[in-house]
């Protein structure tokens, strides 16, 4: 999750200031997080809790509440300080941001014994979507970022069936897999380029316009880093495109101790509290 998290708060600069390329100042002084950590953060939250339902609901209501100006969208910045708890038909990109933490709940022992896929981690990203973004667009984000997570966490870490081999020594071909995977079971286009995409793209607060493109950033990436440059050169919804590109990327490339220090850095303490709890919550697993 603390790849969602980087890309918000590099990105954070960049949402209603668009630039068009890769070279530029990795974290500024002016840089921020956004309702994509808070409410990452709070989806982390929420499984510690127990992942139902009402946890969903009361976490996001929650640190909601304790960031009002965190920059939410309209229909979710109303629905946080109301008392009504059914979803709205959402299909923005915010199922997307903050489905994170629910890819890293996907057992990759078990797929790798059984070749089946692990229902409960998939399971909380369905319903971290739900709560608010039922809209089956909202919910195919959520689900297909949570599946790049799981799938980068497989092939990159090495994890292999019964009658397979490890491919984390080739990530092309571990990106291969990633790619037809998602292109096959969610049907997005990830045969188009940065530079084919990058100079016609514009805001777009919908997963149908920013999930594709965060997961074809990651795709042309080297690094962790990469991916997020990759990312915020696209212009957009700069922080939420960095921010799942960020989550996938995490998976397969992991993150540098200083980015991760220079991002905890960015957070207060309610927000570092979640991250040590949620360290602590993954370490058995």
Request: glycine share 8%; hydrophobic share 35%.
């Amino acid at each position: 999750m603390l790849g969602a998290i980087i890309g918000d708060i590099v990105g954070s600069v960049y949402e209603w200031n668009n630039i068009k390329t890769k070279d530029f100042p990795l974290f500024r002084d002016d840089c921020f997080f956004t309702d994509d950590t808070v409410m990452t953060c709070a989806v982390a939250d929420a499984i510690m809790n127990g992942g139902e339902r009402d946890d969903f609901i009361d976490s996001m209501k929650k640190y909601g509440r304790m960031y009002p100006c965190a920059g939410y969208g309209g229909r979710f910045g109303v629905w946080i300080f109301s008392e009504n708890r059914e979803p709205y038909n959402s299909f923005g990109n915010g199922s997307a941001m903050r489905v994170s933490p629910c890819g890293w709940m996907m057992d990759c022992d078990f797929t790798a014994r059984t070749g089946l896929w692990p229902s409960k981690g998939r399971a909380y990203a369905r319903r971290s979507a739900e709560v608010t973004h039922d809209h089956p667009e909202g919910i195919k984000g959520a689900m297909a970022t949570a599946d790049a997570i799981f799938l980068c966490r497989y092939f990159f870490g090495g994890f292999c069936g019964e009658f397979d081999v490890p491919i984390n020594n080739d990530p092309a071909k571990c990106k291969k897999r990633v790619k037809n995977y998602i292109e096959k079971k969610y049907g997005y286009d990830l045969t188009r380029t940065l530079d084919e995409i990058r100079p016609t793209y514009q805001f777009n607060e919908t997963c149908q316009r920013t999930v594709p493109e965060a997961i074809i950033a990651f795709l042309e990436s080297t690094d962790f880093e990469d991916a997020i440059r990759n990312a915020i050169s696209l212009g957009g919804d700069s922080d939420t495109l960095a921010a799942i590109t960020g989550s996938i990327a995490e998976a397969a490339y992991g993150i540098p101790d200083w980015m991760k220090d220079k991002a905890i850095s960015y957070l207060d303490e309610p927000l570092r509290d979640v991250l040590r709890r949620w360290e602590q919550f993954c370490a058995p697993r």
